[in-house]
């Protein structure tokens, strides 16, 4: 097994742990992330909605999480994975069930450079959102306020901490 898959799977058994300090060990510094809700630039944007993720899903419904993660391929510059998340969404407190294929970049050290996770969105603003994301997941504007939301939270929390950390 190469060493970077390796590090993928480390990187999954971390997150299914819910433990985003595990997963931090894994990016590179420069790390950029891509996914649906996220366009992040950075260990501490990246790291942060990791952790905030993670944050939420330990307070509000860990009992309903779940990650099953397989087909994890990696060489020395790039890797892939399928991943399965089952959590209850905190806004509205559906269940969802994300199947997610990530896409992965290593540098020389082995770190995740880049991390795109693609996923069926309508499909998972149907389940997460209900009604309104069945009607609206199909929209370009929709997509972008869920966008628009994800980063106010994130800033919101990383803001938070931040306060926490000079407090």
């Given at each position: 097994?190469?060493?970077?898959?390796t590090t993928l799977n480390n990187f999954y058994a971390a997150?299914?742990?819910l433990d985003a300090e595990g997963m931090a060990a894994c990016y590179a510094d420069d790390v950029q992330f891509e996914d649906e809700a996220f366009s992040l630039r950075g260990k501490a944007e990246v790291v942060g909605m990791w952790?905030?993720?993670c944050a939420a899903t330990e307070?509000?419904?860990?009992?309903d999480w779940r990650l099953d993660w397989g087909d994890v391929e990696a060489d020395a510059t790039t890797g892939q994975a399928?991943?399965?998340?089952?959590?209850?969404f905190?806004?509205?407190?559906?269940?969802?069930?994300?199947?997610?294929?990530?896409?992965?970049?290593?540098d020389a050290e082995g770190r995740i450079v880049t991390h795109q996770d693609r996923f069926n969105f309508w499909r998972w603003s149907w389940m997460a959102l209900g009604v309104p994301g069945g009607?609206?997941?199909?929209?370009?504007?929709?997509?972008?306020q869920v966008r628009k939301q994800a980063r106010a939270n994130l800033d919101r929390f990383?803001?938070?901490?931040?306060?926490?950390?000079?407090?």
């Open positions: 097994m190469h060493p970077n898959q997150f299914s742990r952790r905030m993720l307070a509000g419904n860990r009992a399928r991943w399965e998340a089952h959590y209850r905190a806004a509205t407190r559906r269940m969802v069930h994300n199947r997610v294929l990530a896409r992965f970049h290593f009607v609206l997941g199909w929209s370009p504007m929709f997509r972008k990383l803001a938070s901490k931040a306060a926490a950390e000079t407090a």
